[in-house]
């Protein structure tokens, strides 16, 4: 172990909304929980607080630039600091960061993690090159086994370097035993839901891949099948400035003539609560998600989800025909067809409270047993001492352990 605090350097865009600002935050909690020290820099985001209440330090950098010389002046700050600040580690969370990430490790003799967050599309070679940065870590960390398959497919990188680390979903955020009514009641009443009204909650930023026009159309669909009793979708996501998809969902709304059956309602900023109000929650991604935080989110709140079978929603969601039906979490179907999606829409409103709540109670263990937070933290800190000797996740579970004993004191 290091005379000082071991020291990790997380790299990260910005910290607004996502599955890996979330995660750098987790880890921010675990470093500091093992004893070390943790330092994120990133060109700062609503989340950038949360570093800070962790125990963390955010250091500014312009780190979601895509500009070469830009990125070069990166490398030269993030060198300057792992310096300056005794870094041990350097952590990248995303591509153009993680160039300048691997520029700085080497010139200044740190070893550099990658994590393998999204699917990355590829066009062409240029771009190819370009995504290749996240898997040229001393250790590369995929966050499912869809994600090591397209590393190790696209790449050649070794298996031995490559390291699945499924996200790691907070239990206790997300304990549906643990959400006040309140909290509940403000976010159906902010929707404009009714009494009794059922929701189809889809969440995820407003962007075409994610699916929303499908929802939008799988509605339409509904509708005319006049599925059964009072329901409503809602589409939860911050547009993060694109304007005019949110407008074209509107237009396709009216012209539907669905004004009171689809609601655009923002960002949310409780998503516990969320998944809570919800008879069911819809992934509709047409493109691959590299993991799919939102499906385990609604599974830990018992909320059976609805997701496109592609991408590593097979390893969150446990659907018909790969398990018996009283086995289930929830149900796969094939991207971007409104059809089937409005069919079990429909099924997932006709379910009886006792069929719903049993799916819930699977879906809640499943993700206990596959994608709790505590997993992810211990595994990564595995992953950081691996690299350089120390022993921070011992040290991790140490002092959990001292503090669930003091609790039960």
Known sequence: MPQHRPTILQIIPRLDTGGAERTTIEMTQAIV???GRALVAT???RMAAQVTRAGGEVIPLNASSKNPLTMLANARRLSRIARRESVDLLHARSRAPAWSALIAARSSGRPLVTTYHGAYAEHGALKRAYNSVMARGDAVIANSRYTARLIEGRYGTPPDRIRVIHRGIDEESFDP???EPERVERLRAGWGVRPNQRVLLHAARLTSWKGQAVVVAAAARLVQQTAPGDWVVILAGDAQGRL???????QQIAAHGLGDRVRLVGHVDDMPAAYLAAHVAVV?????EAFGRAAAEAEAMRCPVIATAIGAAPET??????????????????PGDSVVLAHHMGAALELSDAERRAIGERARSHVSRSFSLAAMQ???LDVYDGLLGTRLADAWAAARSSRSRAAGA
């Open 33 to 35: 929980t093992a004893g």
């Open 43 to 45: 060109g700062g985001g």
């Open 317 to 334: 969601v446990i659907a018909a025909p790969s398990a018996a039906m009283n086995e289930i979490t929830g149900w796969l179907v094939p």
């Open 284 to 288: 509709a991604s047409t493109a691959p």
């Open 244 to 250: 005019d998809y949110a407008d074209d969902l509107e």
């Open 378 to 380: 211990a595994a990564t």
């Open 177 to 179: 035993d643990l959400i």
